[in-house]
């Protein structure tokens, strides 16, 4: 048994993969997003996803959406990966993964992150992230991302596959 499978048992933890979010689950990535301390630290989420305004005009059908959930459909984490070009990578695709506070610091982002980038059929990605957010930059580490350039208060990374 895999280490997610253990602690998808454990937890009640399951990893669903799907186009777009639930309206309750949409309302829940508002509501992380302009309360979560780390989560207005270290993203532009309580822009992209200040309201359920923002949230639309920020989705499109271009961009695939995995959420991390509970049994109750509740969402502990999220990963897009939408179509966006960098001048720092050839990619043009650019991944993000975010872990809510119910479930952070237990170990799920590895495994959450690592299922979603093995069903993936692009070439390869890129992803910018705080310079001060070492939790990130050593899973992006872990992951076989490769810095390739700065640009401010950010560290612009990729994932060639």
């Known amino acids: 048994m895999s280490r997610f499978n253990v602690l998808e048992f ?3 933890i399951k990893l669903q993969t799907k186009k777009g979010l639930s309206e309750s689950q949409i309302k829940k990535l508002i509501y992380y997003s302009n309360h979560d301390p780390k989560i207005k630290r270290f993203t532009h989420d309580y822009v992209r996803f200040r309201n359920k ?3 639309d ?13 509970n049994t109750n459909d509740d969402l502990l984490g999220i990963i897009w990966i939408k179509p966006k070009i960098n001048k720092y990578s050839k990619y043009q695709h650019t991944f993000a993964i975010r872990i809510y506070k119910p479930i952070r610091g237990k170990g799920y982002s590895y495994d959450f992150a690592k299922n979603v980038l093995s069903t993936l059929k692009t ?10 957010n070492i939790a990130a930059i050593k899973l992006y580490n872990k992951l076989a991302f490769k810095q390739i350039g700065k640009e401010n208060d950010q560290i612009i990374m990729e994932l060639g596959f």
Do not use: P, Q, V, Y
């Open 10 to 12: 454990a937890f009640m």
């Open 53 to 55: 305004k923002s949230f």
């Open 57 to 69: 005009s920020w989705i499109n059908d271009d961009t695939r959406i995995f959420t991390l959930t």
């Open 123 to 132: 070439e390869g990605l890129w992803l910018s992230t705080n310079i001060e």
